[in-house]
C-alpha cells in the first residue's frame, strides 16, 4: 500500500495549533509563547509592525533574545502568531442563527472591522492565502454556520466569506488613511484643489463642487455600511435565486 503524506503546516501555524514539537534539550523555560506573542502584539500597537523584532521583544520581557529561540525562530512564524491572536473572535460574540443569516454575516462583518481598528498593524502582515491559523479560521466557520440553511452552494459560501473578509480589510485599511481618515491639516479635496482642472477631470470638479461634499472626505462609518449593503444584497438576491 503507498504511503500517504500529510501536508505540513507553516511553522508559525503548526505553533498556533500546539502540534510544533518542542525541543528536548535546552534550559528550562522561564517563559511561554503567549507571553512573547503579547509582547509582540503590544509593541505592534503601540509602535507598528515594523517595530516588531525577535531582540525588540525580548528586551520587552527583559530577557536575552536566545530566550525566545525556543519556542519561535523566525519574526515571519512571529507575525503569524500575532495576527491570530489579535484576530480571537471576542468572548460576547452571538453564535451566528442561521434563520437570520444575512444578520448573522453582518454583525460578524463589523466584529472583523472594529478587530482590524484595535490592531491596525494587521493591515501591514503580509498576506498568506487562505487561513491557516484556529481564531482566523474561526471566524469562517461562524460565516458557515450563519449560511449553513441558505441554497447557497458549498463554492459560493467559501466565495461569500472570501468577498467580506476581504471588503473589511480594504475599507479597514481606508479607515486607517490619514488623508481619508480626516486627521490630515488639509482634506482630501483641498489636498486635489491644486492640480484637478475642469477640461481633464471635469467629473471630479464638479463632484467637488456640490455642496454635498464637505471640505474633509473623512471615512464615516456609512461608508463601511454602503459596501456592506451592497454585498448582503447581492448575496440575499443569489440565495433567492439558488432556491
Known sequence: MAETHRAQLPRGAELAWATAREPKRGPRPGLNLGQIVHAAIGLADRSGLAAVSLARVAAEL???????????????????????????????????????????????????????????????????????????????????????????SAPDRLRAITLITGYVREQARLAADPVIAGEAESGYVQLLSGVLTPDRYPMFCQLFADETITSSIAYTDQDFQFGLDRIMTGLTDLAKRSA
Not at 75 to 98: G, N
Not at 106 to 118: D, K, S, T
Open 62 to 152: 527583559g530577557c536575552a533574545t536566545t530566550s525566545l529561540y525556543r519556542y519561535v525562530r523566525a519574526k515571519e512564524d512571529l507575525v503569524l502568531l500575532m495576527r491570530d491572536t489579535a484576530a480571537a473572535p471576542p468572548p460576547d460574540l452571538h453564535r451566528p442563527d442561521p434563520d437570520r443569516w444575512e444578520q448573522s454575516l453582518r454583525r460578524l462583518a463589523e466584529q472583523i472591522f472594529a478587530r482590524y481598528r484595535a490592531h491596525p498593524w494587521m493591515l501591514d502582515t503580509p498576506p498568506t492565502g487562505p487561513p491557516t491559523t484556529p481564531n482566523e479560521l474561526m471566524w469562517g466557520e461562524h460565516m458557515l454556520r450563519a449560511m449553513s440553511r441558505t441554497t447557497l
